[in-house]
């Protein structure tokens, strides 16, 4: 459709309204209302199998094993979760309560990794308890916490360290992770003569008993469209790989290229491959070994919102509508729409927080009337609640219209909040005709709940 980036299974019906996977959205909201998410279960297996299936394709082909992890801080639900393993992927957590909700799901703790570059002493208990396959460790103190506590529980814990590359990607500063200034891992640039962090850390883990040392991770940032990030920084560990082994003699099984996959989010945006990219990037890795003279290790990848991204969309009821003189720097004035809808920044807050560009549609019927510029905004008391910063809608738009916004299955649902007591929406998925509620609506007596007076 339009080439609008909405999941595989939306479609106009005869008379201009949207369904997902058959499913008419006016009897979604008649059932559930707005706002709602909307995941479209087809469309996430498949692109979970696409990757899956694509990275073992491409890293087999130059002899490499690779491990597929679904990031779950995109989008983690107990059926979500599911669905990940059922397709044959593994689940990354970065809490304990991503944790809790993929050891709900039953995914095996040796299938589950562990993040977070501060992660307590109950969330690195619940992991061993849990006997995680890898806890990512992220700094010298977390590494001492995490070998204290795995001899508590008389464990080996399985490790891997993450690394700064120094390589920068991503959409926006805020989702960069692997330049210097920021929080995330141990860089590999050493000052002058000393000992790089992330060498230090590695050999670090070598010397405790209640550690393995499973490989190096490196994530660089997400929403990347430009697929030679992920070689650089692949290099860059591997170079590393080789360098422990040459101090320390030992050789890493793996090495985890993290997640950051980009999606599309406007019409006419271009997604990532997952054909393309992982055949760059295990042709790369291949070649990088091959000069290194050393063996290949086994690789895994960490998307997130290119699994879950672009199978979901928010539904929203249009609430105001009121067209807007704005005087234009040097240029001549010009009108634009504000649409008002029920939800906002509290159910997305990636246009407030990154900028972050979407579409939307009039999705309860359809039009023949003109567009107009419009910006679609919440209902939250700030001038910076804005849902889509542009789009052009039908001039006849008014209360009452059902709007949809494409692309909101990633770090939608996952960093909503409760802003101007907002009860944050469900989440529902549609597949073949039918739905069904994965996370029902909060309702003011659970917030109310909350509050001890
Ligand atoms: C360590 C790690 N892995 C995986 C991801 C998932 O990223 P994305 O959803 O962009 O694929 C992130 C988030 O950026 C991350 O920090
Ligand atoms: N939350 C971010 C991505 C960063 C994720 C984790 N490192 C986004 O919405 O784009």
């Known amino acids: 459709m339009t080439g609008a980036p909405w999941s595989t299974g939306v479609g106009r019906l005869p008379d201009g309204a949207l369904a997902v996977a058959g499913v ?15 995941l479209d279960e087809a469309d996430f297996r498949t692109r979970a199998r696409a990757y899956r299936t694509a990275f073992e394709a491409a890293f087999g082909a130059v002899g490499a094993g690779v491990d597929v992890y679904y990031a779950g801080k995109a989008l983690l639900t107990v059926a979500v979760a599911r669905w990940a393993r059922e397709e044959g992927l ?27 570059n501060n992660k307590s002493d109950a969330e690195i208990l619940r992991a061993l308890d849990a006997g995680v396959g890898r806890i990512i460790v992220d700094s010298l103190v977390e590494i001492e916490r995490v070998a204290r506590l795995a001899g508590e529980r008389g464990v080996v814990a399985p490790v891997m360290v993450r690394v700064t590359t120094g390589v920068h990607a991503g959409g926006h500063e805020y989702i960069a992770t692997a330049h210097e200034d920021q929080k995330f891992g141990l860089s ?7 000992e790089s962090p992330a060498m230090a850390a590695l050999l670090e ?8 040392l499973l490989g190096i991770h490196s994530h660089i940032g997400s929403q990347i469209l430009d697929p030679d990030g992920f070689e650089a920084a692949a290099r860059v560990v591997l170079r590393l790989r080789v360098d422990l082994s040459e101090r320390s003699g030992v050789l890493v099984d793996e090495v985890d290229l993290g997640g950051g996959y980009g999606i599309a989010y406007l019409p006419g945006d271009v997604a990532l491959d997952p054909e393309r990219v992982a055949k760059d990037i295990a042709q790369s890795v291949s070649g990088v070994c091959q000069e290194l003279g050393t ?15 672009p199978a979901g969309l928010t539904l929203y009821t249009v609430g105001t509508v009121k067209p807007v003189t704005v005087s234009a720097d040097g240029g001549a004035d010009f009108t634009r729409t504000y649409v008002s809808v029920d939800g906002g920044m509290s159910d997305n807050i990636r246009p407030a927080l990154y900028g972050a560009a979407y579409h939307a549609e009039i999705v309860g019927r359809s039009s023949s009337a003109e567009t107009v510029l419009a910006r679609v905004v919440g209902k939250h008391c700030e001038s910076g609640d804005i849902v889509v910063h542009e789009v052009q809608l039908p001039a006849d738009v008014r209360a009452g219209d059902l709007l949809a916004v494409a692309a909101t299955g990633a770090y939608g649902r996952s960093m909503a909040s409760n802003y101007n007591m907002l009860p944050r929406p469900p989440v529902l998925a549609v597949a073949d005709g039918a739905s069904r509620v994965l996370v029902r609506r909060e309702t003011e007596d659970d917030l109310l709940g909350l509050d001890q007076g």
């Open 24 to 38: 008419d959205v006016r009897d979604l909201v008649a059932e559930h209302g707005t706002p709602a998410y909307v």
């Open 205 to 212: 883990v070598l010397e405790h008993p209640e550690l393995r």
């Open 188 to 194: 590999v640039n050493a000052a002058d003569g000393a």
């Open 90 to 116: 593994r689940v990354d957590t970065a809490s304990s309560g991503e944790l809790a909700v993929a050891l709900r799901a039953e995914v095996p703790g040796a299938e589950i990794g562990l993040h977070g």
């Open 295 to 309: 063996s290949l290790p086994r690789f895994s990848i960490e998307p997130g919102r290119a699994i879950v991204g």
